[in-house]
């Protein structure tokens, strides 16, 4: 049984591990405000460029690109994003979770784990990478992902991939976050919603262009540009979603530490008052002796 000395060293052992959850909690809540707002004033230019994308492809369908061309995907590439540190939850395990049953889908997979979380999680069970991005900082810049997607995009050219696809944490709310998984190449042009018919007849109505120089031209600028957004925008999605999870995680680890402090007090004053009543028993017994 413990005594009231080592209770009281546990419970200041267990204030200093609150204090520190207590701040990591601030710095995440300051982090993840800062990349909630780069995700809302990405996710504009995202939504126009899919839909520009969609207008094109529209007007060029005889178009024939590298970055378009469907093949039976013999080998599949997957770039996996998780965080470089932990203390966040469930969120690297739950990215890892899907990566493994998306892989078990195909017979050849490759793996690009961005992350250093991804790529202990690989190395652990000894599956081979062919490239790793890690430590990018907490400020996502485009070519960042620019390097990403030049890699990926130079094994499909090559067709040493026949299909690539990104996982990542979309970021939905401080306490939604959800694992995803996004096709990359081939390039799918987004269609119109099912419905939507005055979506349709006006995408219909613009789908005639005149290209300049040429349509193999425009794609040829604007899928890259569209895979590049594509993975950068994953990048700041979960990012974002890093920091929401980081900020529960230690938000409920303050409250569970406030609640062992409470049950070890508690425990600690029961046991001293223990001792003392046994102390006033053996003085109360002796003195009885005397007499």
Not at 105 to 133: H, I, M, Q
Request: net charge positive; with cysteine.
């Amino acid at each position: 049984m413990p005594s009231v000395r080592d209770l009281r060293r546990k419970i200041k052992s267990v204030k200093s591990t609150q204090k520190i959850c207590k701040a990591m909690k601030a710095v995440a809540t300051a982090k993840m405000s800062k990349a909630q707002e780069q995700v809302l004033a990405a996710r504009p230019y995202a939504r126009q460029l899919h839909e520009v994308l969609g207008r094109v492809s529209e007007g060029a369908r005889n178009v024939k690109n590298p970055l378009l061309a469907v093949r039976d995907p013999k080998k599949v590439c997957y770039v996996v994003i998780t965080a470089d540190r932990g203390l966040c939850g469930g969120f690297n395990s739950n990215i890892l979770r899907l990566t493994t049953r998306e892989i078990e889908k195909w017979p050849g997979v490759a793996l690009v784990p961005v992350g250093r979380k991804a790529r202990n999680f690989f190395r652990f069970r000894e599956w081979k990478t062919d490239a790793e991005y890690i430590g990018l900082g907490e400020n996502v810049k485009p070519e960042q992902a620019n390097e990403i997607t030049n890699f990926v995009i130079k094994k499909y050219v090559d067709e040493e991939y026949d299909a690539v696809y990104l996982i990542y944490s979309k970021f939905k709310s401080v306490m939604v976050q959800v694992p995803t998984v996004v096709k990359l190449l081939p390039v799918e042009p987004p269609q119109a919603e099912e419905g939507a018919e005055e979506a349709k007849a006006e995408a219909k109505s613009k789908a005639a262009y005149l290209f300049e120089p040429s349509a193999e031209d425009v794609l040829e600028f604007l899928l890259p540009k569209y895979v590049q957004n594509s993975v950068f925008q994953g990048l700041i999605e979960s990012k974002a979603s890093e920091h929401s999870a980081r900020m529960m995680a230690m938000d409920n680890a303050t409250k569970s530490a406030g609640e062992l402090i409470d049950r070890v007090t508690l425990q600690m004053n029961r046991l001293r008052q223990e001792n003392i009543t046994k102390e006033l028993l053996d003085i109360v017994g002796g003195a009885a002796a005397l007499e």
